[in-house]
């Protein structure tokens, strides 16, 4: 089994502030932020280089942007979808209730990932993982109206782990969603099984054009519980992936791809009938949920690791560098990762999820669940 760096490694490389035109900024609540990549065209971000733009959530999982710039937000246990605005200043406004989802969110069940429409200013779509009395399922919402949720599509394998929950539009404008395998790790080797799979469709449910198999949505299998999807600037799919013992992972998708679970995990498969991972950890320090990509860094936000783990990669596809930790142990387990209109990187924690625990040195905080933000820029020397 690979490992890229070791525990003590990823301390000494945890990231700091570039030296950067923000003004003077405030004393941050504690610790450093992360040191990161502007990607392209961000608009200026607010002097203020870290921030907490709301407190006293229930385990906030789906994070996503409607076109005014406005944060929706849903947490998992309780099923409300919240609206948190940002005004031109970057004044953030308090969280309001927007809709709410009656789910089952016995142990990682709840309303999981969210996707606002590419055509949402026509349609006022916002599309929602979550789940329900027996399966996990992906609804349509329209926040402009009061209508129930309309299916896309259903019947995809629940249970009171391993849900998977990652809901995101590929930029071929198709609706990518990353399954678990419900505890069971045989649905992932199961063709007839929407368990254990990265799916993609169209918005009306049906598979999209230029699946593996023009009949299904399964895109690629094999997967034990993906939380996070991330699409370099070269339009190739990574996820984050959790293992069980041995190692999580950050997996390349390739369509049709066999990634291998239940019978390996890790890169010892030796069977080119399965595809090996192109970074794997010690779960202690990742189980890495959200995910995004920078120009050419991976950023993903990690629970049991409490850290944002941030990986550069070359032309290939590989790692190119070590990886570099950061925020370590600041703020509890990090959830989702999403880049904000505002040119700020938002995080949510997860330290309500009844996972923070002082054996694994998690303390929750008396604010959390949290959202945080902040600036991104390049470090002097180019680095991330």
Known sequence: MRRLLSAAAATAAALTLASCSFGEPPEPETGQPPNLPTPSGSPEAPASFMDVVAEDLEVPWGLDFLPDGTAIVGERSTGRILAITVAEDGTVGAPEELRSIDVDADGEGGLLGLAVSPGYAEDHAVYAYYTGDGDNRIVRLDLESDAAPEPVLTGIPSGPNHNGGA???????FLYAATGDAGQGDTAQDPESLGGKILRITTAGEPAEGNPDADSPVYSSGHRNIEGLAWNAAGDLYATEFGQDIADEVNRIEPGGNYGWPMFEGDDAGDEAYVDP???????????????????????????????????????GAPAEEPQASVVNEFGRLRSVAMGPDGMLWVTTSNRDGRCIEERGCTANEADDRIIRFTTSYAAQGRV
Do not use: H, K, N, Y
């Open 167 to 173: 809901l995101e539009f590929g930029p071929d404008g």
């Open 278 to 316: 192109v970074l794997t950890w010690e779960p202690f320090e990742a189980s890495c949920a959200g995910a995004i990509f920078l120009e050419d860094a991976l950023v993903t936000a990690c629970l049991r690791g409490q850290r944002l783990w941030i990986v550069r990669f070359d032309q290939s």
